[in-house]
């Protein structure tokens, strides 16, 4: 499968879609989560805690293991997705929508451009796997 | 990495696979892992347990023989049955957890990790008097079929009348004409069988037992296979055994047969069950949504490490996070609260009666 195309991505395995003015939604991947498995917890950071690009900002914890997530761009927490505290699942079935992660204000627009595009990022999966 | 017989199976039934002590194996197939422990739970599920090592031990007294091995009494044994035991070193640490399958005084079949097959049978050989013993792994494969319609499934496919077969015996039966060793053994708490046959029939009773099955049979990965194992606390060798660890604190008390014979270990472990064990495996439960993992250190009120936790999940049955640790003699019993650290911070359990869950298997 294709990854969507609006989206730029980490070798970490994390999207990151610009939305409106210089704010990022941020989650992981469909092969992330496939690769992952059964999602049953995700460590959200706060509202209003800052990362550099590259930050560990949460957790994510499948039954079989636990994973890293890093922030694929710098900025400010706004928002985190308090639903996936109830249905962390959401994260398998839904990667690039209802299973979004965090909400940042972005420090530095040009961080975006130096992550994969979809057709690297799909290359960069098919030659680690 | 070293394939099973079926591995072509597993691949075009769009399994993900994983490294188990150098299998390439499948972890689960396309669906979750909490399906697939559901459907060993509620129906039935198929493992690919071929990585396992088997290992013929023969002579004119080979059980005797290879009681002087282990910790259980494979005199106390019926031929015909199967029996659960460690294997220790002479310091009581485990080399391995076996289960042994008893054909005769003169002839006894080992079935060990696939991990450990290599050492394993190094060990025996080295240390067995007046018996042979033979690494016999890949002339098998090895399916588990587990879950309450297990019986009614595998009943369609072989004349062996399986309520003739309790729990821990076994025949050398036929399934679908294979010639197969039919054992009501497993891992998973729940009845079924784990049937043995030549490496190239695998596929043969893998195909027949999915279209006896139907929409009642699901295929099921390791991942389902630990969570299954963990519920049930059945000790998982490599996490929460191993040589550094005794049965006696492994809470494998029950396989130790202390007023048995001579086997190698059983001079510490005698001293160890007069003089108490310092350490425990308990089961315990977390209070929080955190996962306590295998490594992560158990620590005291002032925050210092007193143990450690062996294996960790999400119970797919109880939707609670549950895990063994081994915890000093005086924290293990049932209802203490113990501390987790995980990660950056310190989490809180509660030491459980094992099992989590309650063994479905009534036979």
Known sequence: MSSPSELRYTKEHEWAKLVGDGEVIIGITDHAQDALGDVVFVELPEVGDSFDAEDKFGVVESVKTVSDLYAPCGGEILEVNSALEDAPETVNGDPYGEGWIIRLSLSDNAQLDALMSASEYDAFVAAES | ?363
């Open chain 2, 1 to 363: 990495m070293k394939r099973t017989p079926l591995y072509e199976r597993h691949a075009s039934a769009g399994a993900r696979f994983v490294d188990f002590g150098g299998w390439e194996m499948p972890v689960r197939y396309t669906t979750t892992i909490q399906a697939e422990h559901d459907a060993v739970r509620t129906s039935a599920g198929l493992f690919d347990v071929s990585h396992m090592g088997e290992i013929d031990v023969t002579g004119e007294n080979a059980v005797h023989a290879l009681n002087r091995l282990v910790t259980n009494d494979l005199t106390r044994i019926n031929d015909g049955q199967a029996c659960y035991t460690a294997m220790c070193l002479p310091s009581g640490g485990i080399v391995d957890d076996l289960v042994i399958y008893r054909y005769s005084e003169q002839r006894l079949l080992i079935c060990c990790n696939a991990a450990n097959r290599e050492k394993d049978y190094a060990w025996i050989a080295e240390n067995l008097e007046d018996a042979v013993a033979i690494d016999r792994g890949d002339e098998f494969a090895q399916l588990a079929l587990q879950g309450p319609k297990a019986s009614a499934i595998l009943q369609t496919l072989t004349e062996q009348n399986l309520a003739d077969i309790k729990r821990y015996w076994f025949v050398d039966g036929s399934v679908c004409g294979v010639p197969t060793i039919i054992s009501r053994t497993g891992y998973t708490g729940e009845d079924g069988f784990e049937l043995y046959c030549p490496a190239d029939k695998g596929g043969v009773i893998w195909d027949a037992l999915f279209e006896a099955g139907g929409d009642a049979l699901k295929p099921v990965g390791l991942g389902a296979r630990d969570t299954l194992r963990l519920e049930m606390k059945y000790a998982l060798y490599g996490n929460d055994i191993d040589e550094t660890t005794t049965p006696l604190e492994a809470g494998l008390g029950w396989i130790t047969k202390l007023d048995a014979g001579d086997f190698i270990g059983k001079d510490i472990l005698v001293e160890q069950k007069e003089s108490g064990v310092e350490r425990r495996l308990v089961a315990f439960k977390m209070s929080g949504r955190a996962i306590a993992r295998h490594g992560y250190d158990v620590v005291d009120a002032e925050g210092h490490v007193i143990g450690h936790v062996t294996s960790g999940t999400r119970s797919p049955t109880l939707g609670e996070n549950i895990g063994l640790a081994y915890v000093p003699f005086g924290v293990h019993r049932v209802g203490s609260d113990i501390k987790i650290a995980v990660r950056n911070r310190i989490e809180s359990g509660t030491i459980v009666k094992p099992p989590f869950v309650k063994p479905g298997s009534d036979v």
